[in-house]
């Protein structure tokens, strides 16, 4: 009898394991999803309750090791197959014009050369290796020689495949650039902002960060991808060029993003490829530091060899870095609502790259410290992926002794209460229980969208509640009356019924938004979903002890302390008490999604009136569809709003359909 129930078990697994490893490459590799994130979700929930069942099923190429697997006490040494070689630089066209003319001596010959163009993409180089399709190690870089053996992060890279397809070689060494798109990057910041974590300066920091975490399941939760740009070893006889050799990894199952690689004539295309690249550079969806420029035939590649640590047929063409100098004039100390005190610097105006900047992050005290940044120090600032710039130096030499030292607060510049810096952190906490500007970001994060998304409930109206001691805890929400509100400064009938049926509303919310909305330290959305997902109610989550969360996958030591600081807290209790008083009831629901969009891809660009980019991209998935941030060969729509610029140009000149707001909603209504 167990015999047949495990032959069964490992028949389904084995089924679900190639479902989803398609539907990965479809989704990654492709940009062309057949199934919706929901239903993927499903798929793997299934295989990962056969995997409990029966732990013999979970192998290294299984699609659970993408959540990650047990946390390692240290890295091992990964030595390459051959040196990962680093890239000599150019700053302009004469610089390319030189390179190109060294190529032509070396090779002793006049005629013109193929050159192909790829964005340099700013992240972590990682070098993979498959064994008869499958992948059995992935390392960084290191020091070109040798690396580290980080296999076990790698597999959580949901763009990575751990099985090739299509005629692959027994063995390939792969490399490429692992990366986080920006809009990852900056939600991530933003979240980790407010809940009083330290910020991330760029994406490349955070994705190296990720790279190097010793438990997996961090990793996972980091939203990175890849783009392969090369082979280290390869039993196979290569294609002849360059851009053939791109191809044929895109066959195998391998993300390359080959909308973005250009082929040039000669060196003066390639120097003009490279001006309009960098025109381009802030419509990317993720970093790019500069172009790089390689010769296409592998044929000269191999006659051009290399010198000891750069090849002689590469070179990157560098963007000029976005900084600037100005004056760091003041610093305001902001209060998130777990009461973490972070300092952000105002700063003098200045341009860096066609932005106005007028703060920059100072991250925290131990920042300042290295930094040793003082008010009234000019500074150079420099953007680099996050909304808000970062400052990377002092200019000491413009002192003029005024400055002034920034000093760590000991009281919270709000409520006055002492704060405290835990061992290990290094961010100050206002410890005040009634600290308003923890209730304020609270209420600010509580009423937001994935949250209990109250519409209407923005900034203003959450400062007047303030002001005017409306409310001094979240549930006081649910107790507004029409009264209330009309003790506000400017306040009509409509707005005031708007607000008040949009907080009736709320309280429907499914049990993922109520969870996310609590604000529960290392709680975002995507664990929120995971614990409604696994408790279906508040109250059995509320009772989970260390032993039950911990059994989860995704969940460490830290969010399960976490979790169970917070409902043993008394006065969250009290607010939970009171919130299910007031009539909200969260439910699990598995919303399952329609598909009417069913594998195709959108971009939405320019100005939308009728809803926001996130609301539009939300009626997409929830008809099965994809949005993307860039428009490639790949995109079936494009949703234009006025001021759209470049990817409407895109869309035209690859001829996708272009929809406006009402053609794009009529499509989704229509029938069938
Ligand atoms: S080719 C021998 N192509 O830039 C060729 N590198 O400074 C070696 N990089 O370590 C690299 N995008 O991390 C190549 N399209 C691209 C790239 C790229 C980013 C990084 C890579 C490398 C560094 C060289």
Not at 10 to 22: D, F, I, S, Y
Not at 45 to 74: A, H, V, W, Y
Not at 134 to 158: F, H, M, P, Y
Request: aromatic share 6%; glycine share 6%; charged share 25%.
């Amino acid at each position: 009898m167990r015999a047949d129930q495990f032959e069964m078990a490992r028949q389904q697994h084995r089924q679900l394991a190639q479902q989803l490893h398609h539907h990965n490459y479809c989704y990654h590799a492709l940009d062309q999803p057949e199934i919706s994130d929901a239903e993927y979700d499903q798929l793997l929930q299934k295989l990962l309750n056969i995997e409990m069942q029966f732990p013999q099923l979970t192998t290294p190429d299984s699609p659970s090791q993408r959540i990650g697997s047990k946390p390692l006490d240290s890295f091992v040494e990964a030595i390459h197959a051959s040196p990962m070689l680093s890239l000599e630089n150019a700053f302009n066209a004469d610089d390319l014009r030189n390179f190109d003319a060294r190529i032509k001596r070396f090779l002793s010959r006049t005629e013109d050369l193929e050159y192909l163009c790829e964005p340099k993409l700013d992240g972590v180089a990682v070098a993979l290796t498959y064994q008869q399709g499958k992948l059995v190690r992935g390392a960084t870089r290191g020091d070109g020689t040798s690396g580290e053996d980080i296999t076990q992060n790698i597999r959580t890279i949901g763009a990575i495949p751990l099985q090739l397809q299509n005629n692959y070689p027994e063995q390939l060494e792969v490399r490429g650039e692992i990366y986080m798109e920006l809009e990852a990057f900056r939600k991530l910041n933003q979240q980790r902002r407010e809940e009083g974590e330290t910020t991330f300066a760029n994406p490349r920091n955070l994705t190296a960060g990720s790279l190097r975490q010793l438990d997996a399941r961090l990793t996972a939760t980091r939203s990175l991808t890849i783009s392969c740009y090369g082979i280290g070893e390869l039993s196979y006889d290569p294609p002849e060029t360059h851009a053939q050799l791109l191809d044929t990894l895109h066959d195998w199952g391998l993300k390359v993003n080959l909308n973005v690689v250009q082929t040039a004539e000669n060196i003066e295309d390639v120097i003009s490829r490279y001006a309009d690249l960098q025109k381009m550079r802030d419509t990317f969806p993720y970093e790019i530091d500069g172009m790089v420029v390689k010769v296409n035939s592998r044929t000269l590649q191999r006659e051009l060899g290399e010198k000891s640590r750069t090849p002689r047929w590469a070179i990157a063409a560098k963007f000029p870095a976005r900084q600037e100098q100005t004056i760091l004039k003041s610093v305001r100390l902001q209060v998130g609502r777990t009461g973490a005190i972070t300092p952000v610097a105002n700063l003098q105006p200045v341009n860096v790259g066609g932005v106005t900047v007028t703060s920059a992050s100072l991250h925290n005290w131990d920042e300042i410290t290295r930094l040793d940044v003082r008010t009234g120090d000019t500074v150079i600032i420099e953007r680099a992926g996050d909304v808000i710039p970062n400052i990377i130096r002092v200019v000491t030499e413009k002192r003029t002794g005024a400055e002034q030292p920034i000093p760590e607060p000991t009281h919270c510049p709000i409520c006055h209460s002492p704060v405290t810096r835990e061992a290990g952190e290094v961010i100050p906490r206002c410890q005040g229980l009634d600290c308003p500007a923890k209730l304020k970001e609270s209420l600010k994060h509580f009423c937001s969208r994935g949250a209990m998304d109250i519409e209407g409930m923005g900034d203003r109206i959450i400062d007047q509640l303030l002001r005017l001691n409306l409310v001094s805890s979240i549930a006081d929400l649910y107790r507004l009356t029409r009264e209330d509100l009309f003790q506000f400064d400017r306040m009509g009938d409509k707005l005031a019924d708007n607000l008040l049926s949009a907080i009736a509303a709320s309280k429907q919310r499914p049990l993922e938004n109520f969870i996310f909305a609590l604000g529960i330290r290392h709680v975002g959305n995507h664990l929120a979903k995971l614990l409604s997902r696994q408790f279906g109610s508040l109250q059995a989550l509320a009772a989970a002890d260390s032993e039950k969360l911990l059994a989860l996958h995704e969940i460490g030591p830290q969010v399960s302390d976490s979790l169970i600081h917070f409902f043993s807290n008394s006065n969250n209790q009290q607010l939970l008490e009171d919130l299910l008083a007031s009539g909200i009831d969260p439910k699990n629901v598995e919303q399952t999604p329609g598909t009417k969009l069913q594998g195709k891809t959108f971009v939405f660009t320019g100005s939308l009136e009728q809803f926001n980019r996130k609301e539009g991209e939300a009626l997409v998935e929830s008809q099965g569809g994809r949005s993307s941030g860039s428009v490639s060969k790949k995109t079936d729509y494009v949703i234009a709003g006025p001021g759209a610029g470049s990817k409407l140009a895109k869309a035209e000149e690859l001829g996708i359909q272009v929809l406006s707001e009402g053609d794009f909603l009529e499509l989704i209504e229509r029938d069938g």
